[in-house]
């Protein structure tokens, strides 16, 4: 039996402690892909790792001190062994740790498979804690092994994961757990890499539009946010004589009767034909003829710019709110909402539904994403393949830490 570890064993230890260098790093790699052995160990001694790191630092068994100072004392008596012993002896250590880890590693896929020991008194904690590890770990696959880890070191190697972390703005904005998260996301990912929708986070005028509360609880309203794609719809939203019109209390009650608002709806559609098209429905509409005899819902209907608020399923219903007429009326909100930002943001279907939630609205009002997005590192690292992977990493967390 070779008493000293084998290349392979060096190659794995090494990535374990991300100690890789490049030329190591291809044949690592090359290792993975025709040694079904060595992946299954390396995955092992990875769960193990990441389970001996969740349970954290243990104190020492209390005579280790005096054991210490006792093979010193021997030491001494017997005399200083060579240089090549010591190197020998420390080739061994870390032979006989990889041993140890290993069989550990077979151990915990035994229990894995057939169970836990029964629980003894005293070791409630520590078994809890593996549990809790079990079930949150998901499985991992050879490719997952290559092309995750691999890419996340390399990744944490290059210049633009350094530059990254000398950014102080792109620091702040992924210390956050919730926002990693979001980031990691493919779709989110791919939108943000769009240089347009970048451009879009970056206008003041939207960190404006999510500060306000009105305006941020239309945008969660998923009917409601569809309509905002198009642009005629924006500009009409925020027009002084639409928003009177819209604030008629007559109308706010049509519009919260469900057959009067499909009614008013679908005679808004009509455009040129809207009265019209009414006028042929009244005879058996009694909606229809409730809309002909209300000259608030005629002149709602004949405006042009209130017409294409009417239109939009969802969305007229929003000025009953007085809080929201008040935040279409303040100048700064009317900016947004009449420009091409919110639109080019709103045509990404990914980052509309990522505006519904607090995590994309609060990095947006707080200014944290426009400054992150405005330095160079994080496009940068946005455009990195792995970076999304990275983004899930416990050692890219731990990273942003220090």
């Known amino acids: 039996m070779n008493p000293f570890p084998t290349r392979n064993d060096e190659l794995i230890q090494a990535a374990l402690d991300g100690e890789l260098t490049n030329e190591q790093q291809i044949e690592f790699g090359q290792l993975l892909e025709r040694d079904a052995d060595a992946r299954h160990r390396y995955e092992s001694l990875q769960r193990l790792t990441r389970i001996v790191d969740e349970i954290g630092l243990v104190p020492p068994p209390p005579d280790l001190a005096a054991a210490t100072a006792q093979a010193i004392s021997l030491r001494k008596k017997v005399g200083v062994r060579s240089v090549g012993t010591f190197q020998g002896e420390r080739v061994m250590a870390r032979k006989a740790m990889i041993g140890l880890a290993a069989a550990a590693a077979v151990v915990l896929v035994t229990f894995a498979i057939t169970g836990y020991p029964p629980i003894g008194k005293g070791t409630e904690g520590t078994i809890g804690q593996a549990n809790r590890y079990q079930s949150a770990q998901p499985q991992l696959a050879a490719s997952d092994v290559k092309l995750g880890d691999m890419a996340v070191q390399e990744f944490m190697q290059s210049d633009v994961f350094d530059k990254l972390m000398k950014d102080e703005n792109a620091r702040k904005l992924l210390s956050d757990e919730a926002t990693r998260k979001l980031l990691a996301d493919p779709a989110i990912g791919r939108a943000l890499r769009d240089d347009t929708v970048s451009r879009s986070l970056k206008d003041n005028a939207i960190r404006n539009l999510l500060a306000n509360d009105a305006t941020s609880r239309l945008l969660k309203d998923d009917v409601a946010s569809r309509s905002l794609k198009d642009d005629a719809v924006r500009s009409a939203m925020v027009d002084s004589a639409t ?160």
Do not use: C
């Open 243 to 402: 928003i009177r019109l819209l604030s008629d209390d007559g109308l706010q009650r049509a519009l919260n009767d469900d057959s009067l608002a499909r009614a008013i709806g679908m005679a808004s559609r009509q455009q040129q034909a809207r009265v019209e098209s009414l006028k042929k429905a009244a005879g058996t509409d009694e909606a229809s003829k409730k809309i002909l005899s209300s000259d608030a819902l005629m002149k709602a209907i004949n405006h042009d710019a209130a017409a294409r608020v009417l239109a939009s399923d969802g969305l007229a219903r929003w000025y009953a709110d007085a809080a929201f007429r008040k935040a279409v009326s303040d100048q700064a909100i009317a900016t947004a909402l009449k420009g091409d930002a919110l639109g080019r943001l709103l045509q990404a279907d990914a980052v509309r539904l990522a505006l519904r939630g607090d995590v994309m609205q609060r990095a947006i009002a707080s200014g944290m994403m426009q400054r992150a997005l405005a330095g160079d590192a994080l496009p940068r690292a946005m455009q990195t393949r792995a970076f999304d992977q990275a983004l899930l990493s416990p050692r890219f967390a731990a990273a942003l830490a220090n």
